[in-house]
């Protein structure tokens, strides 16, 4: 393996993770990085907080330079360099030096395609104003920038992490944001219900959302690009930003002949080695496994698989007997707006249903920590699980403090295969600024043993049917400041046992509350003295309106 | 089932736990908790902070009372009522009311005990003055709270959860406070490492630590307590916090001829039945199985443990067939002390040396989020394994934020049997406000990999032996502030390669820097280039001074 020649295509996350591993393995081997674009190794998660001036230094986010990784790593960087063609029969890369246009081959032993992915720019009429921009790197950054200095109307279309965190920033910054999203709910890769706290944040921070509508077409005018959407409104813009999703900066691969995926990317085996063995490929331009569904594939465009996949291929090229396989990707993400996060781990019921999958969830509400310790904060915790096995499928989490950390453990379980039962009895950190005794995690795990065990039916829908009685056992002020839809009938739950007669037996009972606690327990009283009875899983505040004043239910 | 009888000896955490969930799985049941104490279900892990004044309310802390367990729950609460006495073949319990002195016998069917555990209070000379006070309840708390509004000079005996928490509330309510502790360091369950950053802590806030100490005997004065401490010195006390551990409760059951184990605590099986089938216990009187080595018993006299308890115990009682085992403790817990942060999960290595069970560990530094997001602060995670399996048997984290998530997530890893190698793809919620593109989780699985791999050699100590070049890769203005004890040779990273002919090849290397990751690249160069060289584990912050203000390495 001595000099060993390696190129990568790519030095942001997954190509610079493999070339430093590459290095750590082999003092030998000559590696060199090529980079379309003037930067490598910045971090570009990090691009919209310097737009809002959260992050302040630029510097901070060019994480490294050529210089700085030739001095610690002693790689060869060539920027501003795009590779346009591989000989796979002679193993060389051809790549054109974008200042100068100079072409030339590069012979490789082994090759990592790390191209990353595009913000998807459709063929909308107008869309080449230059007002209308995209967010990947740093000179996306600076231009957007430039125009928040500017400019005062902002325009984001597409309400997914970047679109979030873009909107955010541009408020913090002073600017009216308008933020239009062609599905019914921000961030649509959660089920609605646990998008609604953020939907409500935005608007508390002024951000006027414009959901079910689309673009249809731009308008350029000297001061101002107008926004024609789908609804017949129309949004003065004096800076647009695109987030709608990327596609994956495939078409090298695609002309080498190397295997695609449906949606165009680069299929890797275990070991991200693409058709072609002497061809890696990592990052956010390949599908992996899926971890929660042996059988399907996926594609996590994130910052955390591409480092993890980069790490695999240099293990995989320099000590190929020791290199573990890289497991899949689960799809763990989270977003801040404002004072809100809002996060998902695996599968969500919206592509379990869309998959026709068979599975369970509850929703639980919960304080991020003991509720009798100063700053506790309410947060929704849902669940998904197989109802075979009581395996976890998902998970998602949506609040004000403490969201990561649960995302983070229901991510660890689902990736150890663990059912809702081990929920039931993970021992976490608990001292009051930090948990409770028992955490929102056991409480799901608790709720979703309770309802494996039949112990109560929970449905995530008020009834229609008027033969269902709708019992609200919040106490009186609460139900009349926060009426139930319907004609529900009022019983505070300390006083449910003694006024079992104000309800019919031979009609079906749904049990409401806040926050799914006290309607459970009611569910279960009623059941006991032989009701047909149903709970309302997760409240109404999960379900109608997260900033209901609502007390939280004591412990 | 109809009509059975259940007794419940204390009302707390395991008791108020087992008779709430038994009230949800039987509306008939007649259930009847006795506590010997005024109150029932109190937030006894708040105690000191109410105490410091941090929970304001008392009434925050009185969770539920004997009436709101009646309204919500249908159960009868006799507190001030001391169990005496168990008839196990006649099935009877005698109890003693504390107000009036009266006895009488219950019957039960099913009889919970959940008695708890009492503060240590040895037999050293003075003792019996009230100036030393423990703090189990809430009279203690006011006992405490009534002494901190008199006296200005505390001392705490014992750094363990208790102490550290009440020197921190006692600080916080402006006295001048001693910490006294028979160990080396301050909490004691952690290795003594990563205790340091909590030291340096304590003593920035002007907690006067006094280690390897102990009381010899209280002296009483009509002004003040003197506490004599075996280093000879003497501490004058308006007030004493004795906080060295706890013993259970276990009386009852000892004389009712219930198995105990080696230290007094009621064995219970896995649905914590004790050795008479109709008597459960459960809480911090109980021992339980280990759940990193399953040949092991232990005692975790925490909350969380306690309420999961409580509640298989009530589902074996009323639905044995559906009940789940208690699958034992873990021993995961976390104190905080002015802004720092540590705990632990699992075995520690102290621990586990003192089993004699082999284990590899590794420490590794890292921030709490992104580091070029603002508000980055630096933590500080150990993991320990076994050699063989790479199964995880412990972890223990330090810093100022995201202690408690760390430890969440290694709990979950240690709880689902996971590998070091499984943490290297552990995929955890990422944007810069909440976490890295890799975790320190992930860091740590990478570190435990390259050990088990052979890529790297740790030592967790620096050399005695002259023979050894010790190597500090840091800049030379950091290695001229803080210089590494000896005569290390400072060769930064970058400039290593183009110096290696200023290192003896013949000598053995250990590699040094501030963080742990710099003297890993170090050691993979000289390693490569025929060095016999080891890397100083988790750097000289994680073994020095927590404190050193080092850059932290770009990631």
Known sequence: MEQMNILVVGGVAAGASFAARARRLSETAHITILERGPDVSFANCGLPYHIGGEIAARD?????????????????????????SIDRVGKRLQIRNLRTQQSEWLSYDKLMLAPGASPIRPNWPGIDDPRIMTLRNLQDMDHLTAA?????????????????????????????????????????ALDAP???????????????????????????????VRCHLSSGLALEADLVVLSIGVKPDSELARAAGLQLGPRGHIVVDEFQRTSDLDIYAAGDAVETADRVFADQRTVVPMGGPANRQGRVAADHVFMPDRARPYPGSLGTAIVRAFTVAAGLTGWS?????????????????????????????????????DPDSGRLLGAQ?????????RLDVLATAILAG??????????????????????????????????????????????????????????????????????????????????????????????????????????????????????????????????????????
């Open 60 to 84: 901070a986010l060019a994480v490294q330079t050529p210089e700085s990784l030739k001095g610690l790593l002693n790689l060869e960087v060539r920027t501003q360099c795009e590779a346009t």
């Open 148 to 188: 928040t200095e500017t400019g005062m109307r902002a325009v984001v279309i597409g309400a997914g992490f970047i679109g979030l965190e873009m909107a955010e920033q541009l408020r913090h910054k002073g600017l009216i944001v308008h933020l239009v999203e062609l599905q019914s709910q921000v961030f649509p």
């Open 194 to 224: 646990m998008a609604a706290l953020l939907d409500s944040e935005l608007r508390q921070h002024e951000v006027a959302l414009h959901l079910s509508d689309g673009v249809t077409r731009f308008e350029s005018h000297d001061d101002f």
């Open 349 to 385: 019921e919206k592509r379990l249903q869309a998959a026709g999958r068979p599975y369970q969830t509850v929703t639980v509400n919960d304080s991020h920590h003991a509720s009798y310790y100063p700053g506790a904060k309410p947060l929704t915790l849902k669940i998904l699980w």
């Open 397 to 405: 989490a949506s609040g004000f403090e403490g969201i990561d950390k």
């Open 418 to 555: 663990m059912t809702v039962e081990d929920l039931c009895h993970l021992e976490l950190a608990y001292a009051p600024p930090f948990g409770a005794a028992k955490d929102i995690v056991n409480l799901a795990g608790f709720a979703a043993c309770n309802r494996r065990d039949g112990l109560v039916v929970h449905t995530s829908e008020l009834p229609d049917d008027p033969q269902v009685q709708v019992v609200d056992v919040r106490g009186k002020p609460l139900a009349d400041a926060f009426p139930v839809p319907g004609h529900p009938i009022n019983i505070p739950f300390p006083a449910l046992r003694a006024s079992l007669d104000k309800l019919d037996r031979t009609r079906p009972v749904v049990t409401v509350c806040a926050f799914g606690k006290m309607s459970y327990f009611a569910a279960r009283v009623l059941a006991q003295h032989g009701f047909d009875v149903t709970s309302f899983s997760g409240g109404l505040k999960a379900n109608i309106d997260p900033r209901t004043p609502a007390k939280l239910p004591s412990a």
